[in-house]
């Protein structure tokens, strides 16, 4: 959930060997400062081994490994690889890998592809070894919470690494598969995958050598809600991966979709402190919330994203400009699909429609999502600022988990938040409890800001029995009203952790509007229309009366709050005969000579 630079043997090895020690200072001319560099922006950095070589002889370490190891130097052979020799991997150790973890590396990324079982102990596996040694090692040298990013290796092995799949090919069908993998390896208790989001490498054989951007967007949408969001790919310089590099709605779609996973930190952060408790994963498959049905067996790359969020991954290029997805929604409660604002009921089966920009995600109706805003950039410290999302539907309740977030006191040293909604009567109230716990380091203060997604204009806020007024412009003590999103937004600042706070929204009760049968999505889709017509019309078009009337509806409900139903009623209304006189193709400008 970090930002980590990687760097590849022989990117910072001493010469291209399939593996290596020793800093190329041609290409890493001061090392130090370079971690420094990556520690100022916040940045994790980790190195990549693949060990099996041993320690060759043009490393700057060979010479007090072999004094260590007794080995004849004379040779000028490789120190051999002796996984299971306790010298060998204390030497290791010791020469090798703390004096560059002393420089600045995090942690290590290992590689083994090589012989199976140790060479010297029968059936002991070395890529299970590995990470138990590896694992232990962090865990008994630093404070900082241990770990390591390797392969799998074997059943109990996920007490210690974060797995990576492998060199994925550069398909549809791979991505298609992905979310399966994922889910269901829960089954063993190993959640925490990490894929080549984007691809690895094309398949030779194809003979496609040009990256698909459409592709690129569905993976990096997936990748934001997996556990581990991760691109790499071979040097092929035609894997353009880097999101600056796009443009227009591929570059829109590419940023919302991390921008999404550093907004969902909390949410996933206390999911996982949920998986250290119970060993269910993040991803999992249907079947574990709903085993009775069984389509939750038939629907199998659809998956569970912690307790309170359903994925339906897309897996194949669109048609026409949209990707048709089939959708199952459990019974027992209503769904919001986020990007459309749509709240659509349990208990179905059917088909949704979705741009390049919008993801199959639902939200369970009434659900509580912690989250971050925008303004988190790195995830060093928890921030003061704390998002809390309420969704329509129904009440919900959550408690958020936090910790000091990289130290081995998490056991015992952390503490949760209980927030509850309850709407009766038309009458929202929203509790958030005194925190409980303690770890080292907790801001004893927080600046909440509450947002009610799809959410009627409110006649009133008030929190703890004092009104709060309303602004146009949000800021830090006023309630605000986006109609973009239909969201209310009420700010808590510096809030008393050990204290609690009750919000109450009060709806007009005499006018009732719905605002979640996709009104986002249509609104985005009329301001998508107006956009082309003006771009091909240049500077002589004139948007009709009643496409302007409508394309002005969610300014109009937040500038002029006691006419809200009626904007929405007129949008609602006149939505489609807008739409058909912003695409006619016969339109002519007044100003056409």
């Keep these: 959930m970090r930002p980590i630079v990687f760097a590849k043997p022989d990117k910072w090895g001493q010469r291209k060997h399939w593996t290596g020690y020793t800093w190329e200072k041609r290409l890493f001319p001061d090392p130090d400062q370079f971690f420094d560099w990556a520690k100022s922006k916040h940045l994790k950095t980790t190195l990549n081994l693949h060990p099996a070589s041993g320690i060759a002889p043009f490393e700057s370490q060979y010479k007090d490994f072999a004094k260590r190891m007794n080995f004849d130097i004379s040779t000028h052979e490789n120190i051999p690889w002796q996984g299971s020799n306790k010298k060998f991997m204390s030497t290791l150790f010791d020469v090798v890998l703390h004096p560059i973890e002393q420089q600045g590396v995090d942690f290590w990324w290992l590689d083994w592809q090589q012989w199976v079982f140790d060479k010297d102990i029968e059936k002991l596996n070395n890529t299970w070894w590995l990470n138990y040694t590896f694992f232990e090692d962090m865990k008994r040298n630093t404070d900082k919470r241990p770990l390591i990013y390797h392969r799998w290796g074997g059943l109990g092995n996920h007490r210690y690494q974060i797995g990576f799949s492998g060199d994925a090919y550069i398909t549809w069908n791979t991505l298609e598969y992905q979310p399966y993998f994922t889910n269901t390896a829960s089954n063993v208790l190993y959640g925490y995958w990490s894929h080549d989001i984007g691809g690895h490498k094309f398949i030779e054989d194809d003979n496609v050598y040009q990256f698909d951007p459409e592709m690129y967007v569905r993976w990096v949408q997936y990748g934001a809600l997996s556990p581990i969001l991760r691109t790499h790919s071979n040097k092929d310089p035609s894997l353009v991966k880097e999101i600056w590099r796009y443009r227009d709605e591929y570059f829109d779609a590419l940023y919302n979709a991390v921008r999404l996973r550093y907004q969902l930190v909390p949410y996933i952060y206390t999911m996982a402190r949920e998986t250290y408790e ?269 496409t302007g009337f409508c394309s002005e509806t969610n300014l109009k409900v937040s500038y002029d709050p006691d006419n809200f139903c009626h904007y929405i009623n007129y949008f609602k209304t006149h939505f489609q005969e807008a739409m058909e006189i912003t695409l006619k193709d016969d339109l002519v400008s007044p100003f056409a000579k």
């Excluded at 669109?318 to 349990?346: Q, R």
């Excluded at 088909?351 to 920009?357: A, D, L, Y």
Aim: net charge negative; proline share 5%.
């Design 278 to 546: 119970t060993g269910v994963s993040l991803c999992r498959p249907m079947y574990y919330d709903y085993p009775e049905d069984e389509r939750a067996y038939t629907y199998s790359r659809q998956y569970m994203f912690g307790d309170n969020i359903l994925v339906a991954p897309i897996g194949a290029p669109m048609e026409n400009g949209v990707s048709d997805v089939k959708v199952w929604l459990p019974a027992g409660n209503d769904w919001y699909e986020w990007h459309t604002g749509t709240l659509l009921n349990g208990g179905q089966e059917l088909i949704r429609q979705f741009s390049i920009e919008e993801y199959p995600i639902y939200v369970k109706a009434g659900a509580v999502i912690p989250m971050y805003g925008k303004e988190v950039n790195s995830l060093d410290d928890n921030p003061k600022k704390q998002i809390i999302g309420i969704f329509p539907g129904a009440v919900g309740e959550f408690s958020i988990y936090e910790d000091a977030g990289n130290d081995q006191r998490y056991a015992a040293e952390y503490a949760t938040t209980r927030v509850t909604s309850q709407l009766e009567n038309r009458i929202q109230r929203i509790k958030i409890a005194p925190r409980e716990g303690h770890y080292r380091g907790m801001n004893h203060s927080k600046d909440y800001l509450v947002r009610l997604y799809g959410a009627e204009m409110p006649r009133s806020v008030s929190l703890n029995g004092m009104k709060v007024n309303y602004t146009v412009l949000p800021n830090s003590s006023e309630w605000s009203y986006c109609g973009k999103e239909f969201m209310v937004s009420i700010p808590i600042s510096n809030a008393d952790c050990n204290k609690s706070y009750e919000i109450v929204v009060e709806f007009d009760k005499a006018n009732v509007v719905d605002v979640n049968d996709g009104m986002i999505k249509q609104l985005k889709t009329l301001h998508r229309a107006i956009a082309n017509r003006k771009f091909k019309y240049a500077g002589n078009y004139v948007v009709p009366e009643v």
